[in-house]
């Protein structure tokens, strides 16, 4: 189950990420938060 969150983000990073959501990268911004935060914790970091 997924729990809805507010975050504060720098705006360079939100465009980066808006950029990936209209280039159909990302379905939209959790999306690519989501992937990124998961693509991290597999790195084992």
């Known amino acids: 189950m997924k729990e809805r ?3 504060t983000i720098e705006k360079e990073l939100l465009k980066w990420i808006d950029s990936k959501v209209g280039e159909k990268i990302f379905a939209n911004r959790s999306h690519a938060i989501e ?9 084992d970091i």
């Open 35 to 43: 992937y990124l935060i998961k693509k991290r914790m597999d790195s």
């Open 5 to 7: 969150i507010t975050i």
